[in-house]
């Protein structure tokens, strides 16, 4: 009973167009009167509560970091590394696609950032190389959602912060299956971009390689600094953001001179403005995350799925179909605040290591960036892209395929997330 008038209130009001915060704090509301204690000091305690946060910090901090980078040059300069090194081979610009998803991903952690900054730069070159404008946009929507898997990674966080695990140990586990992902899309771009009639860039030298790199190298420098610094403890999650957005603004503004004193405050209001409506989100979250707790709406789907937790290869491969069906119809950030909750429990139980889970499911959330048809990333490089949504959908299934068939390696050999994290210390 408690499990229909949650569902039934989260999609009777998504359905009349009302925002995914409110919609959250009107399951947690209308769960208070069937449940008979409704209380609003209680609602807004736990929307404070929500928001009142330490690991939560980093959002704001990561979101500025990545707002700076696109304007002050570092975005741009990791894009021609790429360019240098992998621009000459056949689909050349795909494989730069690629490589500059992760390189971007591993310095900003937001997904809608990457992919708006890649589409600006790479979209109008790869056209012009020859390559169908619908695919060139579906790769490069691809390799945005690279972004929440390497660390840094804002989705980790959120996911950290809603399930009580440790961010550091979910950004170290992420490395191995970001590049993966990135791997496979590889392939799928070489699959499909064989018949296209392309005449490859011509190599670039030595010398013009070295300068490239030299040009970017306090942008190259920023991954290092991060994955150095949580492996060794020398910062916390939510200080190395401050460290990667003090050192991007230090950058931008002192040595590449990209950025302008008089274009902070358009940078800080852009970063502000997304800040609060993830944090937003996360409190009202609380206040439905509170209710289904107290309702025992996790306990009422243990039951349900009970034949499934002595398989836990099917328990998983159940659940993931779940968070597809999510992800079609609900951005990531309410995703991981509404299932959280209701899942973790049912891992403890079935023991699947919960670190594990994490990446499974910030990978699953992840694709739903770019699934239809509500897909925030997909509507992202249609926009920057200027190409149609029907377009682009018929461009990107391939490159969806993909990583779906990596998250489907990942479930049937955990190792490939678990022997690499024990490595980094994730596990």
């Known amino acids: 009973m408690v499990i229909g008038i949650f569902l039934g209130t989260l999609f009777s009001t998504l359905a009349i167009g009302t925002?995914?915060?409110?919609?959250?704090?009107?399951?947690?509301?209308?769960l208070m009167i069937h449940l008979d204690f409704f209380d609003a000091q209680i609602v807004a305690q736990n929307l404070i509560h929500g928001a009142d946060s330490f690991p939560l910090l980093a959002v704001p901090f990561f979101?500025?970091?990545?707002?700076?980078?696109?304007?002050?040059?570092?975005?741009?300069?990791?894009?021609?590394?790429?360019?240098?090194?992998?621009?000459?081979?056949?689909?050349?610009?795909?494989?730069?696609?690629?490589?500059?998803s992760v390189l971007l991903a591993a310095l900003s952690g937001s997904a809608v950032a990457d992919a708006a900054a890649l589409a600006s730069l790479l979209v109008p070159m790869m056209v012009r190389a020859g390559h169908s404008k619908e695919r060139s946009c579906g790769l490069i929507a691809s390799g945005g959602i690279i972004a929440p898997v390497i660390p840094p990674s804002i989705g980790f966080i959120v996911f950290g912060v809603a399930s009580e695990l440790s961010i550091s140990k979910l950004f170290m586990a992420g490395i191995v299956p970001g590049i993966l992902m990135a791997l496979f899309l590889c392939i799928a771009w070489w699959l499909t971009c064989r018949k296209d009639n392309v005449e490859p860039a011509p190599r670039k030298s030595g010398k013009e390689?070295?300068?490239?790199?030299?040009?970017?190298?306090?942008?190259?420098?920023?991954?290092?600094?991060?994955?150095?610094?949580?492996?060794?403890?020398?910062?916390?999650?939510?200080?190395?953001?401050?460290?990667?957005?003090?050192?991007?603004?230090?950058?931008?503004?002192?040595?590449y001179k990209e950025l302008k004193f008089n274009q902070l405050y358009d940078v800080f209001v852009t970063a502000a403005k997304t800040t609060s409506v993830?944090?937003?989100?996360?409190?009202?979250?609380?206040?439905?995350?509170?209710?289904?707790?107290?309702?025992?709406?996790?306990?009422?789907?243990?039951?349900?799925?009970?034949?499934?937790?002595?398989?836990?290869?099917?328990?998983l491969s159940?659940?993931?179909?779940?968070?597809?069906?999510?992800?079609?119809?609900?951005d990531m950030t309410?995703?991981?605040?509404?299932?959280?909750?209701?899942?973790?429990?049912?891992?403890?139980?079935?023991?699947?290591?919960?670190?594990?889970?994490?990446?499974?499911?910030?990978?699953?959330?992840?694709?739903?960036?770019?699934?239809?048809?509500?897909?925030?990333?997909?509507?992202?490089?249609?926009g920057v892209g200027k190409v149609s949504m029907d377009d682009l959908v018929k461009g990107i299934w391939p490159f969806i395929l993909a990583e779906l068939l990596a998250l489907l390696l990942i479930i049937i050999f955990p190792g490939l997330v678990t022997v690499p994290a024990e490595w980094f210390g994730g596990m």
């Open 19 to 30: 925002p995914i915060a409110f919609a959250l704090l009107a399951c947690g509301i209308v």
């Open 63 to 100: 979101l500025l970091a990545g707002e700076v980078m696109n304007v002050g040059g570092l975005s741009k300069r990791i894009v021609n590394v790429a360019i240098t090194l992998v621009g000459h081979v056949r689909g050349g610009l795909g494989f730069v696609a690629i490589l500059a």
């Open 334 to 382: 309410p995703s991981i605040l509404i299932l959280t909750p209701v899942l973790m429990p049912i891992i403890v139980k079935a023991g699947i290591n919960p670190i594990y889970f994490g990446v499974l499911f910030i990978i699953n959330t992840s694709i739903g960036l770019i699934t239809p048809p509500v897909g925030t990333v997909l509507n992202v490089v249609a």
């Open 209 to 255: 390689i070295l300068h490239a790199v030299l040009d970017s190298f306090w942008a190259l420098l920023l991954p290092f600094i991060i994955i150095f610094g949580l492996k060794f403890g020398i910062f916390t999650p939510t200080e190395a953001a401050v460290v990667v957005a003090v050192y991007a603004l230090f950058v931008a503004l002192f040595i």
């Open 278 to 315: 993830v944090i937003f989100l996360v409190g009202a979250a609380l206040v439905s995350s509170w209710m289904i707790t107290v309702g025992d709406v996790p306990g009422q789907v243990v039951k349900m799925l009970g034949p499934f937790l002595e398989h836990k290869f099917l328990l």
């Open 318 to 330: 159940v659940i993931m179909l779940l968070i597809v069906a999510v992800g079609t119809c609900m």
